[in-house]
Every structure is written in structure tokens, then in C-alpha cells.
């Protein structure tokens, strides 16, 4: 064994970003920055990876750097979705949270085991990534004395093309950026999910879903709503013919209808317009029913 050394640079930047991107998931302050995106996407596509093939192999002579990177991609692309299905068959479910705090705690393990087995080689031998001499080499490549006015007008270029993409990617994690504005509109079951529906009835019979709207139009909006069954309009309850909802709110409520005329495959739609078209469909949704004779 070599002796008890310091964290490596890089298992130290990892467990680092792993951190402060659960900070940024389960906080509730901070989940609504862009933030939380920009450190989101290299938790699910580069991190657990890096962390596995650090285990793997942690000598020096194992893997080149782009070999590195790019299995590290790629085995994150594998162990990501491994760990949403094992969570699949447990109460939590794949869901946000227990997906990100299982990937942050399969990513520090992994970090863990792979400084344990590079403390068992010698100095010499053991992989690291050599952020300063890189850094170095970087500085001195664009500040260094240029040996030609072609050479320093390269390194210019090179010195305003990293502030530029510093700058594009600062701007682009801390600058809302307005999405393009929409309404969901959708039809649930009696149960409150999207399966269930009620398509077969017997005359007189009653059925129940649930008409769901989300205003994301980034202002309120007045809308109107019509079902029809073979183009016949049915009653409405009066919340649902005008309905006012503030940006970013959902409304879901029940409706009830009573089929009145006997059929096969029938078409029942949802039609829902906004405050700028009243004969058009904003949007639209249709189900297809059997009504049959009353025993």
C-alpha cells in the first residue's frame, strides 16, 4: 500500500458537483433555477460514470484521457437506466427524487472505492488528472510571449473565444429564458389517471371523468369549453363553459354525462377554445363510446 494520501483532484470534483447538485434538486429554494438543469444533465450523463471507471481503473496506464471520457459517458447511459428500473420495483417508484439520491449515492460509492484502490498503488503509477499543469499550459499557450504577429493574433482569438463560451453558458444558466407559451388540456378516468375510461354504458347509465387544464400561456386566460356526442352538445356544469385561470394554474374537475342516444363507437368530444377563437378548437380531445339498450 502506498500510505494514506490526499483526495485526488478529480474523485474531489465529482463528489463535489454530486453534492451541489442534490443541493440545488432537494432544496426548494433553489429547484426552480436553471441551475439545477445546467448541473442536472452531467449527474445523469457523465458523473456516475467517471465515478465507475475510476473504480475500474484507477492505474495511470489503464486508459487514455478521451478513452476515459467517452466510456464514461457511455456507462453512464447504461447505469442510469439500471438504477430507474431497479427503482421501478420498489414503493418509491421512478420519480425525481429517489432517482437523483440513488445515482448521487451509487456515484460516491463508486468515488470511495476508487480512492481505496488508488491508495494501494504507488505514486507513480496511480491515474490523476493534472488540473494544474493543464491550467498552466493553457495560460502560458494564450499569455505566453508569442514568437510571431500571426501566433499572437491566434492567441487572441483563442483568449476571446473561452470568454465568449464562459459568457454564452453563464448567460444561458442564469437568464430565464421565456418558454413558447401553451395550454395542456386533457381528459382523465374516473379514477383521476389517463386509463379506466367509461366507453360502454347502458341508456340512463351515468359516467365520470375529469377535465384537466394548465395555463402556461405566461398571462390569464379566459376559456370556454363544449362536449359533444355526435356533434350534440351536452350540458355543462357552469364552471366549466367559462373558465378563468391565472398563469401557471391548473384546474381538474369532475364531469358527469348521461348518453342519451344509443350507438356504437360514437364519438364523444372535449372541446376547449380560447379568448381569441370561439369557433375553432384551441384544443381537442375525443373518446369513443357504446351506449347500448336499457335491460
Keep these: 500500500m502506498a500510505g494514506n494520501q490526499k483526495f485526488p483532484s478529480d474523485l474531489l470534483l465529482v463528489a463535489g458537483l454530486v453534492i451541489l447538485t442534490d443541493i440545488f434538486v432537494l432544496i ?5 433555477s436553471l441551475i439545477r438543469t445546467a448541473l ?6 457523465f458523473l456516475p460514470g467517471y465515478a465507475l471507471i475510476a473504480m475500474l481503473f484507477p492505474e ?3 486508459l487514455e484521457g478521451m478513452e476515459r471520457i467517452a466510456l464514461s459517458v457511455a456507462m453512464s447511459v447504461s447505469v442510469v437506466p439500471l438504477i430507474g428500473l431497479a427503482l421501478n420495483y420498489t414503493s418509491w417508484g421512478i420519480k425525481e427524487i429517489p432517482l437523483i439520491t440513488s445515482i448521487s449515492i451509487f456515484t460516491l460509492i463508486m468515488l470511495a472505492t476508487a480512492y481505496v484502490r488508488r491508495n494501494y498503488l504507488p505514486a507513480d503509477s496511480k491515474f490523476e ?6 491550467a498552466i499550459t493553457l495560460l502560458s499557450g494564450i499569455i505566453g510571449k508569442p514568437e510571431s504577429k500571426t501566433e499572437k493574433n491566434l492567441r487572441i ?3 476571446l473565444s473561452v470568454l465568449i463560451l464562459i459568457g454564452t453558458g453563464v448567460y444561458v444558466v442564469l437568464v430565464p429564458q421565456d418558454k413558447e407559451p401553451y395550454t395542456e388540456f386533457y381528459v382523465l378516468g374516473a379514477n383521476g389517471t389517463a386509463n379506466d375510461y367509461k366507453t360502454d354504458y347502458i341508456q340512463g347509465e351515468s359516467g365520470t371523468y375529469f377535465i384537466g387544464i394548465t395555463n402556461n400561456e405566461h398571462r390569464t386566460m379566459d ?3 363544449e362536449v359533444r356526442l355526435k356533434n350534440q352538445s351536452l350540458p355543462l356544469p357552469e364552471n366549466l363553459q367559462h373558465i378563468r385561470l391565472a398563469n401557471n394554474k391548473t384546474l381538474v374537475e369532475p ?8 350507438g356504437d363507437n360514437m364519438k364523444l368530444e372535449f372541446l ?5 377563437e370561439k369557433n375553432i378548437p384551441y384544443k381537442d380531445l375525443r373518446l369513443w363510446i357504446n351506449v347500448g339498450e336499457e335491460v
Design 28 to 32: 426548494p429554494v433553489l429547484s426552480g
Design 40 to 45: 442536472g444533465l452531467p449527474l445523469i450523463l
Design 60 to 62: 495511470k496506464s489503464g
Design 129 to 134: 488528472v493534472p488540473f494544474r499543469n493543464l
Design 157 to 159: 482569438i483563442l483568449a
Design 223 to 225: 376559456y370556454t369549453m
Design 255 to 262: 364531469f358527469e354525462i348521461t348518453p342519451s342516444v344509443e
Design 272 to 276: 376547449l377554445f380560447n379568448e381569441t
